[in-house]
């Protein structure tokens, strides 16, 4: 058993001061208020573990590498097929590592992981199929979070194209054999299994149904460029949303990410279904992707999580604060979310499949985030406003499962700058 005490923490009925938080096998047994004894003490206001609905693991290589010429998404994916092959399952594992070990040196005590890095390149098989998915969840386990693998359906290049040379390691080459080798993964205990429909672009119209049939969280990208919407209606004439619809693909169950560029209807068929919408604000900033009607899906009903995607910033708080300031830019008025709702979509981990987590409370996993209240950032900041004053360079302790994995801000694995500069080399 251990005990830790905060001098704030943010319960599901708010900020409280003064809590100690019981953990008995990784759970969170009592939350009491109460002096400290000889409970570990955490600094500053401590917040359920952040949850990144939303993370492609490899692409952290191409931070600070995509910039030079400006360019556009499709530049910036051709970059990215490049980083992609040189990957196998040994490389992957030590990028993703360090890439994990940054974000839980952030907050983040659980990645949702958009897996599609399935085979070797030209779309060779590894003796296990599933390697590079066993290379990404060791990986999660080795720097102490944990994670969702979100397996990926990849079949096509385009909507009736076939899959190009550099794609043929992402493709199963039909649903079938896709779901032959998911059903081969098995959860762990700091570890579960999702499926993910790349896009409309990627996953023909007869494969839907299947993917979307997973039985557990399920994600797909949706509508992140005009492009794919226009190249959608020419085909089927119908928005991505409405194929996923008429594919019965929409429910709470589903995950949509991005939902940049949606129509009313869209976001009307999301919301009154329950679907899910995961917002990646820094990644939809520095791809130029445009800014989502997130206020808008959430008032239709739609559960809002976050991600960092790309990882051009691994910052949950700033993910956050991205969230209420891109509704102040496409509105004009402030104050669109509170700082409660950022924190509810900042530590959302239904959407993951661990609805037990992401919060402080008897029965949840023992995973906190201790943000300090006495940086040059947040000092004089009410612990109820950190959310919008805080950045991940505040957190300084983050527990996961009752274990310590960050201490004064550094990771059990020591230098993450290190390890990520020799993965990234």
């Known amino acids: 058993m251990t005990a830790y005490w905060c001098a704030s923490a943010w319960l599901p009925d708010g900020v409280a001061t003064g809590v100690l938080v019981d953990v008995a096998d990784g759970v969170i047994t009592s939350v009491t208020l109460s002096d400290p004894g000889d409970a570990t003490v955490l600094p500053g206001i401590v917040f359920a573990g952040f949850a990144n609905a939303h993370s492609h693991a490899f692409h952290r290589g191409l931070r600070g590498r995509t910039h030079g010429d400006g360019g556009t998404f499709w530049t910036w994916r051709d970059r990215m097929y490049d980083l992609a092959d040189r990957l196998d399952p040994d490389s992957y594992y030590l990028l993703a590592r360090a890439a994990y070990a940054e974000m839980a040196l952030s907050g983040i005590t659980c990645v949702g992981e958009f897996h599609y890095l399935h085979h070797a390149p030209g779309g060779t098989r590894y003796d296990d199929q599933n390697a590079m998915g066993h290379a990404v969840i060791q990986a999660a386990r080795d720097a102490g979070i944990r994670i969702t693998l979100l397996d990926t359906c990849y079949l096509a290049g385009g909507i009736g194209k076939p899959v190009s040379q550099q794609q043929q390691r992402f493709s199963d080459g039909d649903v079938l054999s896709w779901a032959a080798r998911v059903a081969d993964l098995s959860p762990g ?10 896009s409309v672009r990627a ?6 149904p299947v993917v979307a049939g997973f039985g557990g969280p399920v994600h797909v990208h949706l509508s992140e460029q005009p492009a794919e919407n226009e190249a959608c209606l020419a085909a089927y004439g119908r928005t991505p949303t409405q194929v996923l619809a008429d594919a019965g693909a929409l429910g709470p169950r589903l995950t949509a990410v991005h939902a940049t560029h949606l129509t009313a209807d869209d976001i009307h068929l999301l919301g009154t279904s329950g679907t899910g919408a ?23 009903g739609s559960p809002l999580s976050l991600g960092s995607d790309q990882h051009a910033v691994v910052d949950m708080l700033l993910e956050a604060r991205a969230l209420e300031h891109g509704e102040r ?3 004009g008025h402030r104050g669109r979310f509170t700082p409660a709702d950022l924190v509810t ?33 947040t000092a004089g900041s009410l612990p109820e406003q950190a959310v919008l004053a805080a950045t991940a360079s505040d957190v300084d302790t983050v527990v996961v499962g009752g274990r310590v994995v960050v201490r004064s801000g550094e990771h059990v694995l020591g230098d993450v700058g290190r390890l990520l500069a020799e993965a990234i080399g």
């Open 189 to 198: 205990p700091d570890s579960r299994i999702g499926a993910a429909i790349h």
């Open 329 to 331: 830019l496409r509105t």
């Open 203 to 208: 996953v023909p119209l007869d494969a839907l």
């Open 345 to 377: 979509a900042m530590t959302a981990h239904t959407s993951i499949g661990w609805p037990e987590a992401g919060r402080i409370a008897v029965g949840a996993p023992a995973d906190l985030v201790a943000v300090r209240l006495d940086s040059a950032r």
């Open 278 to 300: 995961c917002f990646c604000p820094t990644t939809e900033a520095d791809l130029a992707d445009g800014i989502g009607p997130a206020r808008a899906l959430a008032d239709a």
